[in-house]
């Protein structure tokens, strides 16, 4: 069984790829209602809303597991030092 940090993840996830097929739908569906070819403002204002929300989704969670990662790292070569009689 996932544990919920996970569920929380594959959400974020779910949610911000949904966010930005949708983004992408409207936009295209505002050259094919009329005026045909004119994209109204609100439509472009909803792309980038849903593009921000899913690049935060992403980036957000890529910078912090990168640095996660680093201090675990770090942490790991430290205490080895210390061991080995280092510093």
Request: aromatic share 12%; with cysteine; net charge negative.
């Given at each position: 069984?996932k544990?919920?940090?996970?569920?929380?993840?594959?959400?974020?996830?779910?949610?911000?790829?949904?966010?930005?097929?949708?983004?992408?739908g409207?936009t295209?569906a505002g050259f094919?209602?009329p005026?045909?070819?004119e994209?109204?403002?609100?439509?472009?204002a909803?792309l980038?809303?849903?593009?921000?929300?899913?690049?935060?989704?992403f980036?957000?969670?890529?910078?912090?597991?990168?640095q996660?990662?680093?201090f675990?790292?770090?942490?790991?070569?430290y205490?080895?030092?210390?061991?080995?009689?280092q510093?």
């Amino acid at each position: 069984m996932k544990n919920s940090k996970d569920k929380r993840d594959t959400a974020a996830y779910i949610t911000a790829i949904f966010a930005f097929v949708c983004g992408w739908g409207l936009t295209i569906a505002g050259f094919c209602v009329p005026p045909t070819g004119e994209v109204s403002g609100s439509v472009l204002a909803v792309l980038g809303e849903a593009m921000v929300y899913a690049a935060s989704v992403f980036g957000v969670t890529m910078y912090f597991r990168n640095q996660m990662e680093q201090f675990r790292t770090d942490t790991r070569k430290y205490i080895n030092d210390m061991e080995n009689g280092q510093e």
